[in-house]
């Protein structure tokens, strides 16, 4: 498919306008000739010839590049040049043809023969040398106006670009959460943080028809637009299974399934989803290549670390498990994705897990949101002046 050609508009300028501007160019010229011999007298003889040459060429130029613009031009538009490169090549031949035209009528007839000879040759290199000279302003000019073209293309492409991207980062708030549900015998705090306009973690907070919640928590591998969309459809996905199904390894197990039949990409999904009961105090947890949620308890915490399986997608099909976690009232649980621990300074190192257990263990804290709070502020100032490379998921449950 070829691009598209640039229309232009091959529009001569009026002969009158070219013929002031020429005059206004040759007087200047005429002064600029005057100004060596200034310093021994200037003689009338000398300034009638200076300005009676250059006037003559200010006459004969613009006639001549009026004359050879019906030529350049049609040159120009079958060629897809701009007007500008029409120009400079009318202006070029026909100030080259004006000079020489000029030195070898005022060196036969006004110059003494001795001097001839000087004369034509002086007055041909100056002509040659005025008409390149003009010509690169041209090409300057055209190359100046190209560039200027691209930048507003730029602009008004990044200003398209950036409306989209807003607009796309509202339609994946709307998906994501907005505050965590109220559940007797829970407390939760949590939210979705993008490293750029849109990202790719997931958070779901889903209530079973008999009153459980289940929370899930995920990340799909990639950036920015490609991961926001694959979010949105496992998201869709993910909520349906939940529906359908009351254990999370078959939810795990359904989405698996779906996403090897529909994906056309290598981005995976890193998913974990945990089904609390208030009820009998325990969680169901399942997890496909998500990071193990962190569980404080009195003083200990501890990752509750079970048998997982590859990120959705990945690998081989294989059967997702699930594990049953006891709770104690005072527990705090800590979900989270890669984008906590892997949270870098300048110099390149991670904030790692060390730190994010001893925020943990450290913190007095007992409402959620406070201790989410308090990890979000730890990693902004850990990172500092550096850009999050990655997106950010956290949730914190305490166990009433």
């Known amino acids: 498919m070829q691009a598209a050609r640039t229309s232009y508009p091959y529009t001569p300028m009026p002969f009158r306008r070219l013929l002031h501007w020429s005059m206004l160019l040759s007087t200047?010229?005429?002064?600029?000739?005057?100004?060596?011999?200034?310093?021994?007298?200037?003689?009338?003889?000398?300034?009638?010839?200076?300005?009676?040459?250059?006037?003559?060429?200010?006459?004969?130029?613009?006639?001549?590049?009026?004359?050879?613009?019906?030529?350049?031009?049609?040159?120009?538009?079958?060629?897809n040049w701009s007007p500008i490169r029409a120009w400079s090549l009318a202006v070029f031949i026909g100030g080259l043809i004006a000079s020489i035209i000029y030195a070898v009528i005022f060196?036969?007839?006004?110059?003494p023969a001795p001097e001839r000879l000087n004369f034509i040759i002086f007055w041909t290199i100056l002509g040659a040398l005025l008409s390149a000279s003009t010509t690169a302003l041209f090409y300057t000019a055209e190359r100046i106006l190209n560039d200027l073209e691209k930048g507003r293309q730029a602009l008004r492409k990044n200003a398209a670009l950036s409306e989209e991207l807003r607009l796309a980062r509202m339609i994946q708030a709307g998906l994501l959460p907005d505050q965590a549900p109220e559940i007797n015998g829970l407390a939760i705090a949590g939210g979705c943080f993008p490293a750029h306009e849109v990202g790719g973690d997931l958070l779901s907070y889903d209530l079973t028809a008999d009153g459980r919640l289940c929370i899930?928590?995920?990340?799909?591998?990639?950036?920015?637009?490609?991961?926001?969309?694959?979010?949105?459809?496992?998201?869709?996905?993910?909520?349906?299974?939940?529906?359908?199904?009351?254990?999370?390894?078959?939810?795990?197990?359904?989405?698996?399934?779906?996403?090897?039949?529909?994906?056309?990409?290598?981005?995976?999904v890193a998913l974990q989803v945990a089904l609390f009961n208030p009820q009998t105090s325990s969680m169901l947890l399942a997890n496909a290549g998500q990071l193990a949620p962190l569980r404080r308890r009195q003083q200990t915490v501890e990752f509750l670390e079970i048998q997982g399986s590859l990120p959705l997608g990945m690998g081989p099909q294989m059967p997702h498990v699930q594990e049953t976690i006891s709770l104690q009232s005072g527990d705090l649980l800590v979900f989270y994705t890669d984008g906590?621990?892997?949270?870098?300074?300048?110099n390149g190192e991670m904030w790692g897990f060390e730190n994010l257990l001893d925020l943990v263990k450290t913190n007095p804290s007992k409402h959620p949101q406070e201790l989410l709070q308090a990890i979000l502020t730890a990693i902004r100032s850990y990172s500092h002046t550096i850009q999050p490379h990655d997106d950010i998921t956290l949730v914190v449950v305490v166990v009433q």
Do not use: C
């Not at 906590?340 to 300048?346: F, K, M, S, T, Y």
């Open 216 to 268: 899930s928590v995920g990340d799909v591998t990639g950036k920015s637009v490609s991961a926001a969309m694959l979010m949105g459809i496992t998201l869709g996905v993910l909520q349906s299974e939940i529906y359908d199904h009351a254990e999370p390894a078959a939810v795990l197990s359904e989405l698996d399934r779906w996403l090897r039949t529909k994906r056309q990409t290598n981005n995976f």
């Open 340 to 346: 906590v621990v892997e949270a870098q300074n300048a």
């Open 107 to 111: 060196g036969m007839f006004f110059i």
């Open 28 to 79: 200047v010229l005429g002064f600029i000739i005057l100004i060596p011999v200034a310093t021994s007298g200037v003689k009338l003889e000398n300034v009638l010839l200076t300005f009676g040459s250059s006037y003559s060429i200010g006459i004969a130029a613009p006639s001549l590049v009026f004359f050879l613009l019906r030529w350049t031009l049609p040159i120009a538009q079958r060629r």
